[in-house]
T-cell receptor, first 112, second 114 residues
Framework: DQQVKQNSPSLSVQEGRISILNCDYTNSMFDYFLWYKKYPAEGPTFLISISSIKDKNEDGRFTVFLNKSAKHLSLHIVPSQPGDSAVYFCAASLNTGNQFYFGTGTSLTVIP | GAVVSQHPSRVICKSGTSVKIECRSLDFQATTMFWYRQFPKQSLMLMATSNEGSKATYEQGVEKDKFLINHASLTLSTLTVTSAHPEDSSFYIC??????????FGPGTRLTVT
């Protein structure tokens, strides 16, 4: 059963525009959410995270929004750059980091 | 989407013993499997990359004699933590890939060494 879902397998955005990646989850007990970025043939790297007690976290060009009532998470990248082209995974944590559930990823392509 | 399973999901073992974690790709053939370690609220740390039928490639700082990885078939990879110590307690995640553009993660295994 997929508790964390990324329903868009791919996304294309023009350079300079905003990229919005979405993630939905089913378990209201998740207490922490993370986004990872992955380049081909490399392991994923941590990007940004947010606690369930917050609704927004910003780090430079990256902002994560959490809507607990909708069980929805989104990552905003603005302005998008060609180097942002990668696969992005969202993940949700249960029991304060004792269990992680990952989405299947969204492949972002930023067009120069 | 593709499904990757890990077994067991949780394991508790005594210090000095060995424990094996299995990673299976259920509906596709995984030419490459990755093993990660994750501490709470921290990023994934890649431990090793294994290709079916060949020796695993370990990341710097990961002891290959302690973390034995076997990728015997296109659907199964195992990680054996040998002579486990309490500091090996962590969350171990595998992922499987059939191409360099896709990677499917397992649900993870929580290892506790007492």
């Amino acid at each position: 059963d997929q508790q964390v879902k990324q329903n868009s397998p791919s996304l294309s955005v023009q350079e300079g525009r905003i990229s919005i990646l979405n993630c939905d989850y089913t378990n209201s007990m998740f207490d922490y959410f993370l986004w990872y970025k992955k380049y081909p043939a490399e392991g994923p790297t941590f990007l940004i995270s947010i606690s369930s007690i917050k609704d927004k976290n910003e780090d430079g060009r990256f902002t994560v929004f959490l809507n607990k009532s909708a069980k929805h998470l989104s990552l905003h990248i603005v302005p998008s750059q060609p180097g942002d082209s990668a696969v992005y995974f969202c993940a949700a944590s249960l029991n304060t980091g004792n269990q992680f559930y990952f989405g299947t990823g969204t492949s972002l392509t930023v067009i120069p | 989407g593709a499904v990757v399973s890990q077994h067991p999901s949780r394991v508790i073992c005594k210090s000095g013993t060995s424990v094996k974690i299995e990673c299976r790709s259920l509906d596709f053939q995984a030419t490459t499997m990755f093993w990660y370690r994750q501490f709470p609220k921290q990023s994934l740390m890649l431990m090793a990359t294994s290709n079916e039928g060949s020796k695993a490639t370990y990341e710097q700082g990961v002891e290959k004699d302690k973390f034995l990885i076997n990728h015997a078939s296109l659907t199964l990879s195992t990680l054996t933590v040998t002579s486990a110590h309490p500091e090996d307690s962590s969350f171990y995640i595998c992922s499987a890939s059939s191409s360099s553009y896709e990677q499917y993660f397992g649900p993870g295994t929580r290892l506790t060494v007492t």
